[in-house]
DNA sequence: TTCTGTGAATTGTTTCACAGCC
DNA sequence: GGCTGTGAAACAATTCACAGAA
């Protein structure tokens, strides 16, 4: 039923449902059961059926899933039906990278403008879009009602970008500077560490096998 | 103490943990309690208290912690006294922003090869290190000792990439590209996906503020 | 007294196993 | 018969609240 909260756990994995979906559909598979999508999605089929019971009851019993319309209700319930204009702020190698990535210029997202410090860039076009002036920002999200600001800087200049995004409305940041951002409550921080996940897999390595100058793990 | 397993959510948050500490000792700051260091990490301090009691007892009751000291022990417990080399397949703008990035190439990782199988890129340096052909990865990673392959390539070439990995002896994977990898039991995947972060923002932005086109949130 | 370390209580998530519908 | 949807059970993570060390 849609009524009740969706837990986080589950929202979590819905973009990887959607993945899965469409890759479904990219091969023409119109139908599936749980099983298969929980294999395309790589998640078991208890979770899958688990988590899509949280959004209503949109499969057929003893048949599966229609993919079309599965993933219109995800989509729906995630909110990619309606359109989501962002800013992304640092164009380094990263914001080129997001700039150019298709799922942030596709699905609901709709990237509307590139800021940057540096004046020496201003005016080159990235993905088929200029970079401007940081301080331009205010303007940008009031004329497009931006209400996602990603941060694609150095650590450094992180948390005053944040607090001018927060200045200028957005409520939703995106943050890829390895750095904790202080905001306040009603604003919400998603933080993506690229050297944590190289430290995590690291952890589990050591674990895996003893290596030969560590200690020996019991 | 430390012969126990540590808590999944536990290992996911020492890095951050490792970075609160890291910036403490940059504003030269020698001993902190566990409120500061959970404020400085962006946890509350009975988190944090938990976490760090699975590691051992590195704190000192009524008076707090010594950072150097703990940022050891963390970075130990990780495995970063230890070094492991890494090898980046796949350098468009995001492998390229991955290589230059500060923290694949210190604190334990080294980046000993940046492949890809764009043969006019080859040769090219970034960040110091040349890109060499993607047929090179076998011999690369027995002569390194690679453990961990970072995959950045696009979505169609990922499942490839990562059985060439496994087949070369990888058995930790750092996977940027939008797709689920299937791999054996004793390899492990960890999944940095750049839209779902996107979407999830877009999920909770959504039921902050009911928008105007979209149906009427309860 | 101050602040850590930790059992106990709470809250959240996953898995199980099967009732109910196609 | 086959497969979804879901209570109930098992497991994991977080928060509480305080005993105990410095």
């Known amino acids: 039923m849609s009524p009740t909260r969706i837990p986080e756990a589950t929202v979590a994995r819905l973009p990887v449902y959607l993945r899965a979906l469409n890759s479904l559909l990219d091969s023409d598979i119109r139908s599936c059961s749980s099983e298969e999508l929980a294999t395309a999605a790589g998640v078991n089929s208890a979770k899958l059926r688990k988590d899509l019971s949280h959004l209503g009851s949109y499969g057929t019993r003893g048949v599966g899933y229609d993919v079309e319309y599965l993933r219109y209700q995800i989509s729906r319930e995630i909110g990619l039906t309606q359109d989501w204009p962002v800013v992304i702020v640092g164009i380094g190698n990263l914001g080129h990278a997001l700039a150019n990535f298709s799922g942030f210029s596709s699905r609901g997202f709709r990237t509307v403008a590139l800021l940057d410090a540096d004046e020496s860039r201003h005016g080159e076009m990235v993905a088929g879009c200029p970079i401007r002036d940081f301080g331009e920002l205010g303007q940008i999200v009031r004329e497009h009602g931006v209400a996602i600001g990603v941060i694609a800087t150095p650590a450094s200049a992180a948390q ?17 500077a390895p750095t904790v951002l202080s905001v306040p409550e009603d604003v919400d921080v998603r933080m993506v560490d690229l050297s944590s996940e190289l430290q995590i897999l690291a952890y589990h390595e050591q674990r895996k096998a003893p290596h030969v100058d560590g200690e020996v793990v019991a």
Chains 1, 2 share one sequence.
């Open 160 to 176: 005053a970008v944040c607090d001018q995004m927060i200045a200028a409305g957005i409520r939703s940041v995106l943050n890829f």
